[in-house]
């Protein structure tokens, strides 16, 4: 889709998406290989995105690192790593409707578009919502995002085949269970401030849910309410 949108180009312009970017994007999914990523379509989806057009100018350099970054209103953008194992875990298959609760930057909504999915996704920040509603416009990104608090989900648009949470919580919250299909998989950091660990469930029933841990990650808590700032 970015041959329509993005310009490509060979110049050095930060807003586009130069061969330069491209050449920085392979060798990042080559890492992602060599840590154990596997999935080619999550790979292809994390080679099709610019990450750089998702962070403040002054991090434009670091973009394709595999590392978190600072994004607006105090938040992060996560590593490249964790957003290709919580897809990897998610199983997305094309067509199917995703709610992704944390939307920050946005990057993780544009991988698991570029995977074929119709993704939903909930932020609590207004300026960050704001933010992403133009950027996702901008670039022609057909993802349907609300300002609203992710504990709460989006009970109209429900059911859903997959949801991902992409911020810690200490449970996954009742309202997220209830709207995941039968058959369904939700992928969430559960546990406290500072650790971690990341949860695959697997709904069989509206009260049998198998439970798979992943190993540890760290995230950003998912705070309660709306923010107006
Ligand atoms: N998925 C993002 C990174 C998420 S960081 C990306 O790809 O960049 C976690 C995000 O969750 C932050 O933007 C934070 O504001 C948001 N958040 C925290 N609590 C929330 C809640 N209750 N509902 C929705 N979003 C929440």
């Given amino acids: 889709m970015f041959s329509t949108k993005i310009e490509r180009s060979t110049e ?103 995977m074929g999915a119709r993704v939903f996704t909930v932020e609590r920040q207004i300026n960050l919502y704001k933010k992403v509603k133009s950027f996702f416009n901008k670039y022609g990104y057909k993802i349907k995002v609300f300002h609203g608090d992710g504990y709460r989900g989006l009970p109209s648009f429900a059911p859903f085949d997959r949801i991902i949470i992409t911020a810690a919580v200490p449970e996954i919250p009742g309202a997220l269970k209830t709207q995941l299909k039968t058959g369904g998989i939700l992928v969430a950091p559960v546990g406290g401030q500072g650790y971690q660990t990341m949860m695959r469930l697997v709904k069989h029933s509206e009260t049998d849910f198998e439970e798979e841990h992943h190993g540890g990650f760290v995230f950003v808590p998912m705070l309660p309410g709306t923010a107006a700032d």
């Avoid at 840590?35 to 350099?61: N, T």
């Avoid at 298959?93 to 698991?112: D, P």
């Fill in 12 to 114: 050095t312009d930060d807003m586009t998406d130069s061969y330069r970017h491209q050449g920085l994007r392979r060798q990042l999914v080559n890492g992602l290989k060599q840590k154990g990523i596997e999935d080619p379509r999550v790979l292809e989806a994390i080679d099709k995105v610019p990450r750089h057009l998702f962070m403040d100018s002054s991090f434009l350099e670091f973009a394709y690192q595999d590392k978190a970054f600072p994004i607006a209103s105090g938040q992060t953008i996560s590593q490249p790593y964790t957003v290709a194992f919580q897809t990897e875990l998610l199983k997305v298959e094309k067509g199917m409707k995703v709610l992704e609760i944390g939307t920050g930057s946005g990057y993780q909504a544009c991988v698991l578009y570029e």
